[in-house]
């Protein structure tokens, strides 16, 4: 193998990963479930399908919920921050909506912010809570709490928001469901605070759980695969993912400590973290109407009458932001998902940042970030690029030998074993620097698909996002021509139909990336740019008689 054919066995071993990603998610296996039973503007239909078991111990009253519970729409709490705008409905007490005031939908001025929370379909996507008992009234997310007042903001001297919801039974049992938003935090404190005055002890659990349907984002190019589904971390297994067709086969049931669970998109998600030291039940569920249920729900605890207890815990509604996640909960920046690589991106993730913090923009922050990633391989690409260069001074002599020998392969490749014998070279001379670099090559490619940071991020001119593709298709246009000029550099395959696949590449590579991030193009471009700058001057000098 030369290094024109691995080159071609890389590059096409990444496109095809990339369309294999990209044709299973629109393509491969999707689970059988029944259509939804709503229509697009309505509200989903549920059951006592959605509540998590009650107390294994013995009931006093038949647990079975009426068969049709709608999320009914009750009275709508509005909660503004410096950074979010949520709406809690008094039916449940549930968080029917966030809107993620520093991300809108697009560009243009006036662009409406992110909603990843939606109480309707399609885009259904809800946080629900309630306590289960197994003596008498459950405070469940069917029932309608009180609330003080219709809309709440974060006052400029204020560093937080209270929001209480209340709730009282028919035995004296007065539930507080209390949730408190903190300024520039994506983390909201939930906390049910029980107040037993029905003259017995009072038993129950509390529940978290995320519901969510499973919709194409949109924005998304076509060759551009990344996950949506459930996840969950525990100290012992650490970062798993649930996909909706795992919640289908089999139900999850699975007991956790100091753990979380979360529903995640591309760039952003909704996790709950349920207090220290908890022993949760993990859990999913799905639900008719293509909806699915992932939560935890916690030990049973026992509030003596009289006596007031909380159950607390700690919600992260927002953008896949790193640092910040890792304040809220261990492990809960994986969700930032680099894959096996992560030991790689990380690093890679954390320079470019640093580099954007001394710069203020990722446009450049990416260049400064490929130079000096080449300039650590700059001794590994000097020797491939040094045997290329020797190759390429034997290419007439080759090509006599291949007119010598014609289709006689075994003389021939004696023959060249001869030639690059007496002259020294060794033709996978620069193959294995090549191959030490791809992976740091593809641990970029993920950090640059994975970072919300870059979301939305300009660089210059008509490239104001670099997360979507190059709308004018001028970078794609300047890598395939890159490519066009290192081949020129590079040793003309001997073989004619090799040499065809190698000159119809560039073409294929140019379509692929006009569809493909625009920040993900730059990194190619400058890598392309560097590398010629770099072999141009390795060749002239191998040329010229130097080493």
Excluded at 73 to 82: G, I, K, L, R, S
Excluded at 430 to 453: K, M, R
Aim: aromatic share 10%.
């Amino acid at each position: 193998m030369d290094n024109q054919r691995l080159f071609l066995f890389v590059a096409l071993s990444f496109v095809l990963l990339l369309l294999w990603q990209a044709w299973m998610e629109d393509y491969g296996p999707a689970p059988q479930l029944a259509p939804p039973a709503a229509t697009a503007d309505a509200t989903p239909a549920t059951t006592g399908a959605d509540l998590p078991a009650a107390p294994a111990e013995p009931v006093q009253h038949d647990d079975a919920v009426p068969e049709e519970i709608t999320l009914q729409a009750a009275q709508q709490v509005v909660v503004e921050t410096d950074v979010l705008r949520v709406v809690i409905d008094t039916s449940g007490g549930d968080l029917r909506q966030a809107d993620l005031l520093a991300y809108p939908v697009g560009t243009k001025p006036g662009a409406e912010p992110f909603r990843l929370l939606n109480g309707s379909l399609p885009n259904l996507f809800v946080v629900q809570s309630g306590l289960r008992t197994p003596d008498g009234e459950e405070p469940t997310h069917h029932v309608v709490y009180s609330a003080e007042q219709a809309h709440y903001r974060l006052a400029e001297s204020a560093d937080s928001v209270q929001v209480p919801l209340h709730w009282r039974s028919a035995e004296g049992i007065e539930v507080t469901k209390l949730y408190t938003f903190h300024r520039g935090s994506y983390k909201v404190d939930l906390e049910h605070r029980v107040t037993n005055k029905s003259g017995a002890d009072w038993r129950g659990r509390q529940y978290r759980q995320l519901q969510r349907t499973q919709v194409a984002e949109t924005g998304q190019s076509t060759f551009i695969y990344t996950y949506m589904g459930g996840v969950l971390y525990s100290p012992e297994e650490k970062y798993e993912k649930i996909k909706f067709e795992h919640m289908v086969e089999e139900d999850l049931d699975r007991t956790i400590t100091d753990g979380w669970a979360a529903m995640i998109q591309h760039y952003f998600l909704g996790a709950i973290i349920p207090d220290a030291g908890e022993a949760s039940r993990y859990y999913t569920k799905t639900l008719s109407g293509a909806r699915y249920v992932i939560g935890l729900i916690s030990p049973q605890r026992v509030i003596p009458a009289g006596e007031t207890a909380g159950f607390a815990n700690r919600l992260f509604l927002g953008p896949k932001l790193q640092d910040a996640m890792a304040q809220v909960a261990p492990g809960l920046q994986l969700t930032v998902d680099y894959g096996v690589l992560t030991i790689l991106a990380r690093p890679l993730f954390i320079g470019l940042d640093w580099i954007y913090g001394l710069i203020g923009n990722w446009g450049w922050a990416i260049i400064i970030l490929t130079i000096l990633i080449k300039l650590v391989f700059y001794k590994l690409s000097e020797t491939s690029y040094r045997s290329m260069a020797n190759m390429r001074k034997l290419a007439p002599r080759l090509q006599s030998l291949k007119e010598r020998y014609g289709d006689d392969r075994q003389k021939l490749n004696q023959a060249m074993m001869e030639l690059y014998k007496k002259e020294k070279i060794n033709p996978l001379g620069g193959c294995l620097p090549i191959l030490v670099q791809i992976p740091v090559f593809i641990a970029l490619y993920w950090v640059l698909l994975e970072s919300v940071e870059l979301r939305q991020a300009s660089f210059m001119l008509w490239l104001n996002d670099l997360s979507s593709a190059d709308p004018y298709y001028v970078l794609p246009l300047l890598m395939g021509a890159t490519m066009l000029i290192q081949q020129k550099l590079n040793p003309a395959p001997l073989d004619p139909i090799q040499a065809k696949v190698m000159m119809a590449l560039p073409v294929v590579f140019t379509v692929f990336f006009a569809f493909f991030p625009s920040g993900l193009v730059l990194y190619w471009v400058a890598n392309n740019t560097l590398s010629i700058a770099q072999q141009w001057v390795i060749t002239k000098r191998v040329e010229a008689g130097g080493k």
